[in-house]
């Protein structure tokens, strides 16, 4: 197995204020291998951000150990800060300034010489696809353009793990192609990759591992594959005329039906074979005089994951 380079045991973050205590990590336990893409997933306020802040060193743990790039979190900020990029929501550039130069002085503060930094600038420039506007003042770059001299700026000195937070929030669906591109050529080039976000798509397009949290605790990790899996099956949903109750009712106690539910006002079925469960529920509902309004098939996908975990669907979260 590859060397970890992130472990985390009992990480925890409590905010207080006068009146009360808020726990926005509750103790989380992480292990991420070198040279993945390491999805954290989960809706706003789940704890994602805080989560990555303290292990960019960026907030200090409220309690729990963990260890970054091999160093330890509490005793070794230093050593880790040399070994890691961090690319936020907000970014980090002066609207104000070409993006060439906010690369070579992002390389200078790294302690680059002036030649080396900017030797570096070109080198990210030209593999980020900014040619055409790295002399340009940030402050005319587009939304894409904007993200992807973030993280150049995150890659400047060429860093073993690469935090990346919400990196394509915002974007048109072009430029988080883009996005994606930029992060599977990290990947592909042994750069490790943490990556936070709420989007399922983002997450099963490009993470070999995600954990989900959710209140501050993770509730779900694994491959998205394995993930899917232990959903155990198709999901059938459906809705008739009438009260949903009804039909759910009719149709949980079958022997091919592992879990039921109602949700958002349809009933949702998990079943091993869909294309076997559906015309046995035709006939049940139809025997049982319930008028069918809508019936669809889909296989299991992170979000029916979320909610398997939490009771609550992560897309209706995240809106």
């Known amino acids: 197995m590859p060397e970890p380079v992130i472990e985390t045991t009992q990480l925890r973050r409590v905010f207080k204020s006068r009146k009360r205590e808020v ?19 989960g809706p706003n306020g789940a704890g994602k951000t805080t989560t990555l802040r303290m292990l960019t060193t960026l ?9 970054v790039a091999g160093f330890d979190l509490l005793t070794q900020p230093a050593q880790i800060r040399e070994r890691i990029g961090y690319v ?47 002399d340009r003042s940030t402050g005319t770059y587009s939304g894409g353009q904007k993200r992807r ?8 000195h060429d860093p073993q793990l690469l935090f990346l937070d919400e990196p394509t929030t915002g974007l048109d669906p072009q430029s988080r192609a883009r996005v994606w591109d930029e992060v599977r050529r990290m990947h592909d080039r042994g750069t490790t990759v943490f990556l936070t976000t709420h989007y399922l798509d983002e997450a099963d397009a490009l993470c070999d591992r995600i954990a989900i949290i959710d209140y501050g605790k993770i509730v779900a990790e694994g491959t998205p594959e394995e993930l ?7 999901v059938v949903s459906l809705s008739i005329d009438g009260d949903q109750q009804r039909a759910l009712d009719v149709l ?14 349809a009933v949702l079925l998990y079943v091993d074979r869909g294309e076997v469960a559906m015309p046995a529920i035709l006939r049940l509902l139809d025997g049982s005089g319930l008028r069918l309004v ?4 889909h296989r299991p996908s992170l979000d029916d994951v979320f909610l398997r975990q939490t009771g609550r669907s992560l897309r209706e979260v995240a809106a």
């Open 23 to 41: 726990q926005a990590v509750a103790g989380v336990d992480l292990t991420v291998s070198q040279g993945e893409i390491f999805g954290f997933l």
């Open 59 to 67: 907030l200090p743990p409220s309690g729990g150990n963990a260890r």
């Open 88 to 134: 936020g929501q907000a970014g980090g550039s002066d609207r104000e300034i070409t993006g060439r130069r906010e690369l070579v002085f992002q390389g200078r503060l790294y302690g680059k010489s002036l030649a080396a930094a900017t030797s570096r600038a070109a080198e990210l420039i030209e593999m980020l696809e900014l040619e055409n506007c790295a």
């Open 149 to 156: 001299l973030d993280i150049g700026l995150g890659l400047v």
């Open 228 to 234: 899917k899996r232990a959903v155990a099956g198709d």
């Open 252 to 265: 949980s106690d079958e022997p091919f039906v592992r879990e039921s539910r109602l949700e958002d006002g």
């Open 294 to 297: 809508t019936i669809g098939l």
